[in-house]
């Protein structure tokens, strides 16, 4: 964990309600895919969380949705603006167990994170399939970047209006798996863990206080006892979880 | 060369900076980042008899200068906290630690303080008082003299440590509680602990909050504080531990003018976990600023 300030190079609107920013600042607390970071904005008390999608050299992307006032004022951030943020939280994916052909499974705001942690499953040689769902083809954003990595990648969307109609799990059947990594909402959560023959890891989401385990704000039951989203997760293993 | 010491309840503090409980869990997560020894001492996460998981999520809200927070009290219960946290927490410090209790009646006090007080790195006792009374119709300790008396009494009973007693500022007359401490054989009184708030969340039209509502702390709420600490200053004679929306070096000095003999600090914590750290380097040159030598000879300054 490092408090340490950013600086952003970009901020542009990727999808509906969708941004993605690029900041520049010491990235060295970040160790793994899934983990996030906690940025203290102008006027609000308490810092954001937002997920790492990306990090290369001393270049992080964050991808965010606007969902209340605060994501809102962070859409209207311009370039050269700098960000007090808190790096490296949270535990994130293991990739030890990803076996050859591991499925990655993100739903909305729980897409970015698969990008990291699909770039270092391929760097290491795995041949991941990327499942991204969305509302709607308004919503949908990384299709290409994932394509990019070299992964394999199927688009659901709700609605039907791009690609396979339905909801994640509807996609399940077209793909052979030795592993799942997702994130995304609950419900989208509990689909894949109903619907998944493998093992996995499912990363959670909760509103926090500290974002680093002082607080206990975000507390869940396991079936390994109780853990802080921020600070123990939000990675959690399929078998310890408690619905 | 200005002097930070102060001294509460006969054991003297290098400074009066003391992270709140509930914002420190058992000092080890911060020892990570920094040595936590530059403290004067921390108040560690409450314990009560029986593990605790607490309330349902989401627990928190956020407020202008200031969260609210309805954890309720998450802790592994005195005999875990005796087994698992506490030699964790003496790796990490090596002063004495103020140990925060909270109970559900009377007997659950004098069952968590009678073990915790045989723990030799416990300096004092920080008993919380705004918990519900289980047996007294769910009205909480603290809004009553009687009952915050009773459970003075029994405390004092079963400990050697001095007992400070943690008030609620969800009274109408804090004062006569804070005397009626004092006289039950309080050794100090902390204040202020968070105040009843809520929010509602305009999309679904529902709290934030699953329990409805919780602890609002942060910047906020200092002036009420503040004027909780200089009203109780006034009343008794043993000493103030001062808390509620502490962020900076010029709030520990304005607390300790209000009466506080050592100052809390809360939420700031959770938005900068190296809050307390930063306000102990930078004591010096604010009290340079305002042209004082020994912080001890500003308790109670303003009256």
Redesign the interface.
């Known amino acids: ?1 490092k ?1 340490t300030i950013f600086k952003l190079l970009e901020n542009k609107k990727i999808a509906k309600n969708t941004y993605e920013c690029t900041l520049v600042g010491d990235t060295s607390h970040i160790s793994a895919s899934g983990q996030f970071v906690n940025l ?1 904005l102008d006027g ?4 954001r969380p937002i997920s790492v999608c990306n990090v290369e050299g001393d270049k992080l992307t964050l991808i965010y949705k606007v969902v209340g006032q605060g994501t809102e004022q962070m859409a209207s951030m311009k370039g050269g603006e700098e960000i007090l943020t ?1 790096t490296g939280l949270g535990n994130g994916y293991n990739l030890e167990k990803s076996g050859d052909k591991p499925l990655l499974v993100g739903g909305g705001a729980g897409v970015p994170p698969m990008f990291l942690l699909c770039r270092k499953l391929i760097s290491e040689g795995k041949k991941p399939t990327v499942i991204l769902g969305f509302g709607s083809k308004d919503e949908v954003f990384y299709e290409n970047e994932f394509k990019e990595l070299g992964a394999s990648v199927i688009v659901t969307t709700v609605d039907g209006s791009y690609g396979v109609k339905g909801f994640v799990t509807d996609a399940f059947c077209m793909v052979e798996y030795t592993y799942v990594y997702t994130c995304g909402p609950e419900p989208m959560l509990k689909a894949v863990y109903n619907k998944s023959t493998t093992s996995g890891q499912y990363s959670f989401e ?5 974002g ?10 396991t079936k390994y006892g ?1 853990k802080r989203i921020c ?1 123990d997760g939000p990675v959690l293993e399929k078998e310890e979880i408690i619905w | 060369m200005v002097s930070l010491k102060t001294n509460l309840c006969g054991i003297e503090l290098d400074n009066p900076l003391i992270p709140a409980s509930g914002t420190f869990g058992f000092g080890y997560e911060f020892a990570q980042i920094y040595d936590i020894n530059c403290l004067g001492t921390f108040s560690f996460k409450g314990t009560t008899k029986e593990p605790r998981f607490g309330n349902p999520t989401p627990r928190i809200a956020e407020c202008e200068r200031g969260m609210i927070n309805s954890v309720g009290l998450q802790n592994p219960g005195v005999d875990k906290v005796i087994e698992q946290e506490l030699p964790k927490l003496r790796k990490c410090f090596f002063k004495p630690v103020m140990a925060n209790v909270s109970g559900f009646s009377v007997e659950d006090y004098v069952y968590t303080c009678e073990r915790l007080d045989k723990m030799d790195n416990i300096g004092w006792f920080e008993v919380n008082v705004s918990c519900p009374n289980v047996h007294g119709g769910g009205m909480s300790f603290g809004t009553s003299p009687e009952a915050a008396a009773e459970v003075t009494r029994a405390v004092k009973a079963v400990t050697t440590k001095p007992v400070i007693v943690k008030l609620s500022p969800n009274v109408t007359d804090i004062v006569s509680i804070a005397k009626a401490c004092e006289e039950a054989g309080a050794d100090g009184i902390s204040l202020i602990n968070t105040l009843l708030g809520m929010r509602i969340d305009l999309k679904t039209k529902k709290p934030v909050v699953a329990n409805k509502m919780g602890g609002f702390s942060g910047p906020a709420i200092k002036p009420v504080a503040l004027r909780m600490v200089y009203q109780v200053y006034d009343a008794v004679k043993i000493p103030i531990v001062g808390g509620g929306g502490v962020s900076t070096a010029e709030d520990v000095i304005e607390m300790m003018l209000a009466g506080a003999s050592a100052v809390e600090v809360g939420a700031a914590n959770l938005v900068d976990p190296y809050a307390c750290k930063k306000i102990i380097e930078d004591l010096p040159r604010v009290m340079e600023k305002y042209n004082i030598t020994n912080l001890k000879d500003i308790i109670g300054g303003a009256h």
């Open positions: 964990m408090d203290k609000f008390y308490l810092r808190l909760e509103r926090m206080g500290c680093f385990g002082a607080c206990m704000g975000c507390s869940c039951k109780n600070k």
